[in-house]
């Protein structure tokens, strides 16, 4: 019987042990979950959001040519030299072409003989229409001859007169012009060297390019394509004049992407009449980027990254923690543009981390309200 009493007695104070720690570790758990944190969080607003994209690129002439001769000839005298400004119609090189001046002179005289013939002809017919008047004095043989006679020499007239015209023409390529304003770049040519369509070289006397108006190229990322638009006004720096911005406006867009790079070339017009830049040299562009509606703008610390996913945390009613999947956009300082499942008046945490676990509860105070 005493034995009995023993035992009941122990499993009595066991029991006892078990539920006072029970009640221990019961107590030690609503004391995580009521910790005390309080998270700071903000209403999600609209923001208008703008940027600068900094690209490289090489200013070109407006227009760039290779002069070349449009006849076979020799180089007779050059007028101009490397770095030399020249203007429209300016005389830059003459030829010389023997073979020409001679096929110009045969036809020349070709064409006055038949001149010559047709006004006879003509003269002829005149008299034989005049003398015609009175009945009988010309046979109809005698006029029908002299009509053809005049048809057949004014043909052959016009067709020397053609051929003459056509070789006088090309005469007159022996003298090279300039076809637009510019600046001489290269000469790969010198007096005698023979030049013209049977040329074997195959390389221009010349290379002209224009330095009043320039170029620049650029190639926009697709990501930034839709904030760009014609008659945008560009900031670019050059080399050359490290302290000194200057100003360009975007007049073409080349509607077509490069599949490769997954960029559109953009192309910026500049007014050059200083003379300040030259074409070929390297630019520094400044693109304003900027959209074209309102955009969710929040704090840099509101987004978490990790290995698995990209994210902002959203309070919801009864103020349980809900992932929210975002993408970024534009950066501006301390703030973020991102696109996801999100309103304006959405309450976020504005420091969030994959430490506070989803639909967890949370306490929150809004850091601002307006």
Do not use: W
């Amino acid at each position: 019987m005493k034995n009995k009493i023993l035992v009941l007695a122990s499993l009595a104070f066991s029991i006892m042990i078990i539920t006072s720690c029970g009640k221990k570790g019961s107590d030690t758990s609503s004391a995580t979950e009521n910790t005390g944190l309080v998270y700071p969080a903000m209403l999600v607003k609209e923001g208008k959001v703008s940027s600068t994209l900094t690209l490289p690129g090489e200013l070109e002439g407006f227009f760039e040519t290779g002069i070349v001769a449009k006849v076979n000839g020799y180089i007779k005298n050059m007028h101009v030299d490397i770095g030399d400004r020249v203007h429209t119609g300016e005389l830059l090189v003459e030829l010389e072409a023997p073979e020409l001046l001679s096929e110009l002179a045969t036809a020349n005289s070709e064409y006055q003989a038949k001149e010559a013939l047709y006004n006879n002809s003509k003269a002829k017919y005149i008299r034989f229409k005049q003398t015609n008047e009175t009945p009988g004095a010309v046979s109809p043989y005698d006029m029908d001859l002299a009509k053809t006679n005049l048809i057949s020499d004014s043909l052959i007239y016009l067709a020397t007169k053609t051929k003459y015209e056509a070789i006088r023409e090309l005469t007159a390529y022996l003298r090279i012009t300039a076809p637009f304003d510019g600046i001489i770049t290269a000469r790969d040519m010198a007096p005698g060297a023979f030049v013209g369509p049977e040329a074997k070289q195959g390389k221009p006397i010349l290379r002209l390019k224009s330095e009043n108006k320039l170029r620049l190229h650029i190639a926009i990322p697709e990501k930034y394509l839709a904030e760009v638009s014609e008659g945008d006004m560009v900031d670019f720096q050059v080399k050359s004049f490290p302290n000194q911005t200057f100003k360009g406006k975007i007049t073409r867009l080349s509607k077509s992407l490069n599949v490769m790079t997954r960029s559109e070339i953009v192309e910026i017009e500049i007014d050059n009449r200083k003379g300040e830049l030259l074409p070929g040299m390297y630019a520094i562009a400044a693109m304003p980027i900027k959209r074209p509606g309102k955009s969710i703008v929040v704090p840099q610390t509101a987004v978490v990254t990790n290995m698995e996913r990209q994210f902002v945390i959203k309070i919801t009613d009864g103020n349980k923690v809900s992932y929210v999947d975002i993408e970024k956009g534009e950066e501006q300082k301390d703030q973020v543009e991102i696109f996801g499942d999100l309103n304006p008046g959405d309450t976020i945490l504005t420091k969030a981390s994959d430490e506070i676990k989803q639909k967890s509860v949370v306490k929150v105070s809004l850091v601002d309200k307006k």
